[in-house]
């Protein structure tokens, strides 16, 4: 069965850092892009990172230099650390995985930030 299960989500003060793990099973992580996205009350999932399978990163403007979004195939683990965070990081963060026209999704994890 394929899964992907995120975790690492919690209640956090601005300034504050977490760190969100989602780890695969039932498909061959490696040859998967994964991404993070987010989706706050009332507003529309937006993006934040994304990794592909050969490690190249990208970021949403809104968390370049505050987010990492790394992978550990051995693992089949993709992580997103997220530092000096504010309010408006406030959200559901979900992990992705697409390889191809496969998409999949977790169901993920809460992170709120109080000011």
């Known amino acids: 069965q394929v899964q992907l299960v995120e975790s690492g989500g919690g209640l956090v003060q601005a300034g504050g850092s977490l760190r969100l793990s989602c780890a695969a099973s039932g498909l061959s992580f490696s040859v998967y892009a994964m991404a993070w996205y987010r989706q706050a009350p009332g507003k529309e999932r937006e993006l934040v990172a994304t990794i592909t399978r050969s490690g190249s990163t990208n970021y949403a403007d809104s968390v370049k230099g505050r987010c990492t979004i790394a992978r550990d195939n051995a693992k089949t683990t993709v992580y997103l650390q997220m530092n000096s965070l504010k309010p408006d990081d406030t959200a559901r963060y979900y992990c992705?995985?697409?390889?191809?026209?496969?998409?999949?999704w977790g169901r993920g994890t809460q992170v709120t930030v109080s000011s």
């Open positions: 992705k995985a697409t390889y191809l026209s496969t998409n999949l």
